[in-house]
């Protein structure tokens, strides 16, 4: 096999458990291909924690890391970078609400999108990961424009999308592979909408509107996973929130043959959408290019078109909570 030149990937916040959970699936090859050699550059306040990481990297002697840094420069991890893993946020302490992790993770969202546009590549394809995901993506693209396009600045709703294959394919007892046509629409909240009225199975349409689990049932489950999760075991979906973003990035990386779900920025998307707002869509990614794209063309139902309403006033209503913060 002939090998690609190197290609570099920076992933913040990198002593979470998200980045533990990741780099295995970046240094193995399952996101950017068994012939593209890569240069992890892990970025963290905290640089000591990351020694054993190092240490843990070496050992597992993966044939495509070529090399690694682990650093708290931002110069040197925003360096060149052809890929971006976003995952630095504040942890959330005793006392905290949701107005307090906004404000605190999109300031950091802001001077990580002026360190791209300083330091990386102009056409560096950028996941965020911290939350609140949609808006903190705005802010990251506002702040590395115009160097960077908006366009190469994405966030992580392709969890929920996964989440919605898994409790299809178990509802009808497929495989995951044999569900097509999977959207998910809005925010990475509560608000998001799971959308199974184009839904394929082994390739037939199911039908929706006589079913009331797609309407009630599979909705509230997709919904509420999250919770489902922590409650379970007592801490995040740091594992499939890594496998999330590997999945995202590889479909951004290699293209798609199926629809899949990303938080995009919504100008110029098809259905009535507010511009300047990062949204998640069901879109395609072209194979050459590298390009997404939002499908076209889809008929929405009328339940679509509330659901999809509920969670723009909710994104409009971040994103002015967010330029607020800023400001201050």
Not at 30 to 50: E, M, T
Not at 81 to 97: E, N
Not at 264 to 272: A, F
Request: charged share 20%; hydrophobic share 45%.
């Amino acid at each position: 096999m002939i090998m690609k030149p190197p290609i570099k990937v920076l992933i913040t916040g990198a002593t979470g458990s998200i980045a533990y959970s990741l780099i295995p699936m970046l240094a193995s090859g399952q996101v950017y291909g068994l012939d593209q050699p890569i240069i992890l550059h892990l970025f963290a306040r905290r640089v000591n924690l990351l020694a054993g990481l190092a240490m843990e990297i070496e050992d597992s002697v993966y044939p495509l890391v070529k090399s690694f840094v682990v650093t708290d420069e931002e110069s040197v991890a925003f360096s060149k970078v052809d890929s971006a893993f976003l995952m630095a946020s504040t942890p959330k302490l005793p006392g905290m609400v949701r107005s307090d992790m906004l404000a605190a993770n999109v300031r950091i969202c802001a001077k990580h999108g002026k360190l791209l546009a300083k330091y990386a590549k102009p056409d560096v394809k950028v996941l965020v990961v911290c939350n609140p995901t949609n808006t903190c993506a705005l802010v990251v693209a506002q702040n590395a424009a115009p160097v960077i396009s908006s366009s190469n600045v994405t966030a992580l709703t392709r969890l929920d999308h996964n989440r919605a294959v898994q409790m299809l394919a178990a509802y009808h007892n497929v495989r995951c592979s044999d569900v097509a046509r999977v959207a998910i629409w809005g925010n990475h909240s509560h608000t998001q909408f799971p959308d199974a009225s184009n839904v394929l199975i082994n390739g037939q349409l199911v039908t929706v509107a006589k079913d009331s689990y797609y309407t009630h049932e599979f909705v509230d489950s997709v919904r509420q996973r999250g919770f489902a999760v922590i409650k379970a075991r007592n801490n995040t979906s740091a594992l499939s929130a890594a496998k999330a973003s590997a999945d995202h990035m590889h479909d951004w990386w290699t293209g798609t043959d199926n629809w899949v779900s990303m938080g995009v920025l919504s100008d110029d998307n098809p259905y009535g959408v507010p511009q300047e707002l990062v949204f998640s869509f069901p879109v395609t990614v072209d194979k050459c290019s590298k390009q997404w794209m939002i499908v076209d063309n889809i008929a929405l139902t009328d339940r679509s078109r509330n659901a999809i309403k509920v969670s723009v006033n909710e994104l409009i209503e971040e994103k002015y909570e967010a330029l607020n913060c800023l400001k201050s």
